[in-house]
């Protein structure tokens, strides 16, 4: 049997993360109609903004301060300039996980809206408007699509397993060790895809759409929300070493349980959080996973 969360059994304050989100959504879906007009900048080299992040971070923030006016905020586009910076309660924003595909007209966005209370993840909500899919999770009462409950896949074995990732992009990325570590995953699995926005990515990990997720150089904002919805969902979530303090690590692995035990020993000697003699012998740890990997067959 299928299991819904009701209007009435929703918190107070997803509701209002969801109210949000849905407001955002809606200014991202006009703008896409004509995608051709929309102002772009960039940030850095290959990291866009456009002035549809910044309207859809003024309208999310709005409705958070209005509904909340004691919270914090950490929003992708404006950092900690509103809200109160020093509370227990802060919501973590990205207005538009993917704007590289926006303004290409690629369909894989998102809205990412997170509350972290006391250092802990509480809400999250990912809201997708291309497909007005809407991905919500309470701490301790699961994660839905939809108002259907999620739980993450149950494959155990690699080689059956489509795994999700980012690519490096900006100046200064380790591209060769990048590389390196996407073709011994490649080698491993069914297959791996690069859809461009790693709120959604996560979220389809939560979904059972795919059965893993990894990626380097990402911020709280790309990653917050979706990680409550893959532990919500029944997965695990932390730094390519496996521990659970990733959120400010940039670093990010999630997975169905057999598969991120498995996926921690093959990306452990690539993290900056191993040793030295870890990062010294990688062959050895790709050898250990192989005998692994031979046992689950």
């Not at 695990?236 to 940039?250: I, K, P, S």
């Not at 012998?281 to 689950?296: G, S």
Request: hydrophobic share 40%; charged share 20%; with cysteine.
């Amino acid at each position: 049997m299928t299991t819904t969360a009701s209007s009435s059994s929703i918190h107070p304050m997803l509701n209002i993360a969801i109210k949000a989100a849905r407001a955002a959504g809606a200014i991202i879906n006009r703008a896409a109609l004509d995608v051709e007009s929309v102002r772009v900048s960039k940030k850095i080299e290959n990291d866009f903004v456009t002035e549809v992040d910044q309207a859809s971070e003024n309208t999310i923030i709005e409705t958070l301060l209005n509904a909340y006016p004691d919270h914090g905020i950490l929003a992708e586009e404006s950092g900690k300039t509103h809200g109160n910076p020093n509370v227990e309660h802060l919501w973590i924003i990205d207005p538009l996980d993917g704007t590289t595909n926006f303004i290409h007209g690629f369909p894989y966005y998102c809205v990412s809206i997170a509350l972290q209370s006391r250092g802990r993840l509480e809400q999250a909500v990912v809201y997708d408007p291309t497909r007005n899919d809407l991905f919500t999770s309470t701490r301790g009462r699961g994660a839905f699509l939809n108002d259907r409950r999620l739980r993450v896949s149950k494959r155990i074995r690699m080689q059956e397993c489509l795994i999700t990732t980012g690519f490096p992009f900006r100046e200064g990325d380790d591209f060769t060790a990048y590389l390196s570590m996407m073709g011994e995953v490649m080698k491993r699995t069914a297959g791996v895809r690069r859809p461009g926005a790693a709120a959604l990515d996560l979220a389809y990990v939560a979904a059972g759409f795919s059965d893993g997720f990894f990626e380097t150089d990402l911020h709280p904002w790309d990653m917050a929300a979706g990680a409550l919805l893959v532990t919500e969902a029944g997965g695990l979530v932390g730094n390519f070493t496996g521990e659970a303090d990733y959120l400010h690590q940039r670093e990010c692995l999630a997975a169905n349980p057999k598969v991120y035990g498995q996926m921690v020993s093959l990306l452990q000697p690539y993290s900056k959080f191993s040793g030295v003699a870890d990062k010294a012998v990688p062959a050895q740890a790709i050898a250990e996973l192989r005998q692994d990997i031979d046992n689950t067959k």
